[in-house]
Nanobody
Framework: EVQLQASGGGLVQSGGSLRLSCAVSGLSSDGYAIGWFRQAPGEEREGVACVDTSDGQQWYPDSVKGRFAMTTDNAKNTAYLQMNNLKPEDTGVYHC??????????????????????WGQGTEVTVSS
């Protein structure tokens, strides 16, 4: 069973940066998708980044493109989400998730709902104006 744990959230001013970490354990295959999602109070969950580890292709919706970037450290089984130029609308609880298929990343990139197989507990990000 794949388990994930997100960390690194906090309070930051508008225009600031944060880096979130996602520790992944229980992996048994080389190719899979890791995605980042956020959910603000009263809002639907939104995918903000995804990487297909089989070829490294990354997917971002227009709302964060150019501001957010994913990296992975395979030796540490950790994925990171670097968030720059943060805006108040980026506020929410951020979760990372795992799926054994790559096409869920495309759904994240096109701003569509995506159901990943395993989810970790979230980390809260608050961006003040």
């Amino acid at each position: 069973e794949v388990q994930l744990q997100a960390s690194g959230g906090g309070l930051v001013q508008s225009g600031g940066s944060l880096r979130l970490s996602c520790a992944v354990s229980g992996l048994s295959s080389d190719g899979y998708a890791i995605g980042w999602f956020r959910q603000a109070p009263g809002e639907e969950r939104e995918g903000v980044a995804c990487v297909d580890t089989s070829d490294g292709q990354q997917w971002y919706p227009d709302s964060v493109k150019g501001r957010f970037a994913m990296t992975t450290d395979n030796a540490k089984n950790t994925a990171y989400l670097q968030m720059n130029n943060l805006k108040p609308e980026d506020t929410g609880v951020y979760h990372c998730a795992y799926d054994p298929t790559w096409f869920v990343c495309a759904r994240v990139g096109y701003g569509m709902a995506a159901d990943f197989e395993s989810w970790g507990q979230g980390t809260e990000v608050t961006v003040s104006s």
